[in-house]
């Protein structure tokens, strides 16, 4: 099956990663089904407005795209919110939002496409987390969390799934120049050597490789785990983070 012949499902494709995604799966001839809960979307090709916290809304939009579109075979779950404080000051609010787009979101795209890939014996799902997930984090806690909740949910997806041949990986990112880290800092441009530098004060270290990653940098990695030069890859983690993590 050659990648014009089938379909990828993204979500969170109208900015940051998402976007960069949907283009790097377009340019390899991938027919992409972008999705995202702001109406801007709809200006991409075959783009669909969607809240992936809303699971009828998700299985009325992914039972469309397997009517109307080529077959399902990639899923990449890149939609995510991020609200900033520290723990004990976190609002009910934020977290329910955090958890419900963050967690929930991942637990409802996937099971609607899964039950779509479980008949052909084939497919490949990738999660964007955050290396946050593995790494504890001051000022983003809920955040965190809601990502290492996604995290090992798609780790349960993969095992859950293998027998059917489809493979379900996370690719971690840390500090990448996206939209969301922009506002999480309330700057409008990226300082890479401050980023790279870390933060001893908040138990943040720095970035080895030197650079802050572009959203092209996970792209990339998230088009490999869908491909099949990752066929032997399922339930795995690849942080793409300049070495931050330190793993």
């Known amino acids: 099956m050659t990648t014009q012949d089938t379909t990828a499902i993204v979500t969170g494709a109208a900015s940051g990663i998402g976007q960069a995604v949907a283009r790097r799966l377009r ?10 809960i702001s109406p801007t979307v ?26 109307h579109l080529p077959p399902i075979t990639a899923l990449v779950n890149t939609a995510g919110i991020l609200r900033g404080g520290e723990l004990t000051d976190c609002r009910d609010e934020d977290w329910q939002a955090m958890l419900a787009v963050n967690t929930t979101g ?4 996937t ?25 504890p984090r001051q000022g ?13 949910l798609t780790r349960c997806f993969g095992l859950e ?16 120049d996206t939209p969301m880290l922009r506002s999480m800092w309330g700057i409008d441009q990226i300082d890479p050597a401050a980023v790279a530098a870390g933060d001893p004060g908040r138990f943040r270290l720095g970035i080895p490789l ?16 869908i491909s099949d030069d990752a066929a032997q890859l399922t339930m795995q983690e ?3 983070d300049g070495g931050a993590a330190l793993r």
């Open 27 to 36: 340019d390899t001839g991938q027919r992409v089904a972008a999705c995202d």
């Open 42 to 67: 709809t200006d991409m090709p075959d783009g669909f407005q969607l809240d992936v916290t809303d699971p009828t809304a998700v299985e009325e939009l992914v039972a469309h795209v397997a009517e």
């Open 106 to 109: 991942v637990l409802n795209v």
């Open 111 to 135: 099971r609607a496409v899964a039950r779509r890939m479980i008949p052909r014996r084939y497919g490949a799902i990738v999660t964007v987390s955050s290396n946050a997930a593995g790494v």
């Open 140 to 152: 983003i806690g809920g955040y965190a969390a809601t990502k290492a909740a996604a995290t090992h």
């Open 161 to 176: 799934l293998a027998p059917h041949g489809i493979r379900c990986n996370v690719v971690a990112p840390g500090s990448t």
């Open 210 to 225: 030197g650079t802050v990653a572009s959203v092209d940098d996970v792209a990339a990695a998230v088009a490999f785990l």
């Open 238 to 240: 690849l942080y793409v």
